[in-house]
């Protein structure tokens, strides 16, 4: 690039989603996932993350590939070596900034995560470093954190790219960010934040790098339906154009977002396990909500069929759901005990009754409990200064 900023694409990240469907996929996932590890592993020369794997047990000891990739990775390491020793004595610091960046950038290729971030960091400390340097250096460390999986470094490098991106980053590198932090957001269970980031760059997503459009879709769509208002579902989500392109790559994602909106409940109950077994169950980033999704759109599907009644039968909802009365008055039992819905259960007759909360009613009693307790510590006070 013309100011010598550098948009680092390694690690892959989809290789770290190969190493969690070998660990998580069912048998015929697992294989295919296999293959693709290895095949990445050996085009990026990943002699460092390979040793990583076969301590996990992930993969098997192989003495002659491990040499292979050892000697290619330390002769390319030395090239880039020369590059920035060479830079330091031909050309200015935006050159030297490039050669150490691209060094670093093959560090983390390689699976040398600490040198890696020990690379980037050096650089980024550098006065002579431009801003766009810099966000893309933090960008790679950004990355870093997702490929292993470190919270605490991908929410500070998160924290200090919009730092630097208010400070004058392009428009390219603040939708790379957005896209980022919206699957981060996923998969930290914060599905109202990813879902505003999703709508926001979802017409102008540009990073392949990241994971493809589809599957951006597939995890952006998911949090979009598990938060936003059905009235917005069908404009934002189910007709947006890039969700439209791409929809028979996730064919239950879409069924479930029209399911829901349709109010076809029993076809939505479908569609939920189904994007179970696709999505969540093999996605780094949601397998560890996947019960706590499937449970909160049950209790959204449940919820909004409640909203359209005073009251129904316990086998008309059943029906609706396609499911039997012992799941729907298990399933209600429970999530009214928990809060979670607001209607009774008549046992003997067989009936729903729902039972609306008074919002306004509500927020007045919260109203006055407030100013009870703002009053009581005012009195406190004025006590403490007037002795």
């Known amino acids: 690039m013309s100011d010598g900023a550098i ?25 295919a996932a296999m293959q693709k590890l290895v095949d ?13 794997l076969v301590a996990e047990g992930v993969l098997q000891q192989d003495h002659a590939l491990e040499k292979e990739l050892q000697e290619a990775s ?42 890696a971030h020990k690379a980037y960091e050096e650089v980024l400390q550098r006065p002579t470093t431009t801003l766009n340097q810099k966000l893309d250096i933090v960008f790679g460390k950004l990355r870093l954190g997702m490929f292993y999986y470190r919270p605490k470094i991908v929410q500070r490098e998160i924290d200090r790219a919009h730092e630097l991106v208010n400070k ?13 932090e919206c699957v981060w957001r996923c998969s930290q269970r914060q599905f109202k934040e990813a879902s505003d980031l999703f709508v926001e760059c979802l017409s102008t997503y540009a990073s392949p790098e990241l994971m493809p459009l589809s599957e951006f879709v597939c995890h952006g769509a998911l949090a979009c339906a598990v938060t936003m208002p059905r009235s917005e579902i069908k ?33 939505f109950f479908v569609a939920l396990a189904g994007v179970e077994t696709d999505h969540l169950v093999v996605s780094r980033y949601l397998f560890a909500h996947r019960r706590y999704y499937t449970r909160e759109m049950r209790i959204r599907s449940y919820a909004q069929l409640l909203e359209s009644y005073l009251s129904l039968t ?29 209607c009774v259960i008549d046992k003997v007759a067989g009936i729903v009754e729902t039972n609306r909360p ?25 006590g403490i200064i007037s002795v």
């Open 358 to 382: 008074d919002t306004k009613n509500a927020h007045y009693q919260t109203t006055i409990k407030q100013g009870d307790i703002l009053l009581n510590r005012i009195q406190k006070l004025s």
């Open 235 to 267: 404009k934002k989500v189910i007709d947006a154009p890039e969700v439209v392109e791409v929809v028979n790559h996730i064919p239950n994602v879409d069924k479930l977002l029209r399911s829901l909106y349709e109010c076809k409940y029993a076809d």
């Open 314 to 342: 316990i086998k008309s909802m059943a029906d609706s759901f396609g499911v039997s009365q012992e799941f729907i008055d298990k399933e209600l039992s429970r999530f009214v005990a928990a809060g979670r819905l607001h």
């Open 40 to 52: 990445g592993i050996k085009q990026d020369k990943m002699a460092a993350y390979f040793a990583k």
């Open 74 to 115: 330390a002769a390319e390491l030395a090239e880039l070596d020369k590059k920035v020793e060479f830079a330091k004595e031909e050309h200015g610091d935006l050159e030297q900034n490039e050669s150490s960046i691209h060094r670093a950038v093959f560090l983390a290729q390689i699976g040398e995560e600490e040198k």
């Open 7 to 31: 948009f680092a694409k390694k690690p892959e990240l989809s290789l770290a989603q190969h190493k969690f469907a070998v660990l998580n996929g069912n048998p015929e996932q697992s294989k």
């Open 168 to 180: 004058g980053g392009d428009w390219d590198r603040r939708n790379r960010l957005k896209a980022v």
